[in-house]
């Protein structure tokens, strides 16, 4: 099965900057508006890929090119799901929630599709091969819409467990002292890349899918 995904709305927040410079005892405010913000958001994207979850809310668009019965959508926790679609070349057709599939699981969500219940492009029948569609989902995912800290530092009531944001912020940490090192580059893009500190791994590796 290929799997594309689509950050159709991306977090709208990363982990507070004042939050992160108190964990890594960074005192001067010349990177405050450049480097550290960036340093943050590529630590989140990555720990976020590692783990194969998302840590703050957001809205994802995907596409199966081979429909399944049963499926996982990327990027869980699921929130909610918007739309599911099934698509046959030109055809489109919305299906329902609680009628034409179904959401199973507590905290890592899948869709489960009815066997005879499809709103199925004109000219077709359930009993048809499913084969030839694909399915374009948007959904929210995320463990919350807010991270355990306050703009100021201080902490507040999250779902997001704080070991991931202390692996962000080691992660943010080991950039940050290594940012003059270059990546040697090619015409195919960077050959390099900064690796996660095995620390930050070890906190991260509670939370990460098995790959099977």
Known sequence: MKTELLVVTPPANELPLTAVKNYCRI???NDDTTVLPMLIQSARERAEQYCGRSFLNQTFQTYFNIIEREFFLPRPPIV?????????????SSL?????YYLMGAKDMYIVLTATTYNLPKGFSPA???SRFNVQ???????????????DGTTQASKIPMGICE??????????????????????????FMEIPNDAKSLLDRYKIPQL
């Open 137 to 151: 989902v948007q959904y929210t995912a995320g463990y919350d819409s807010v991270y355990p800290f306050k703009a």
């Open 167 to 192: 692996a962000i912020m080691k992660m943010v940490y080991a950039a940050y002292e290594m940012r003059a090192d270059v990546q040697p580059t090619s015409r195919q893009g960077t050959s390099g």
């Open 80 to 92: 909610s799901v918007g739309s599911l679609t099934l698509i046959y070349l030109n055809e489109s």
């Open 27 to 29: 005192s001067n405010t």
């Open 96 to 100: 329902t929630l609680n009628k034409d």
């Open 128 to 130: 048809d091969d499913l």
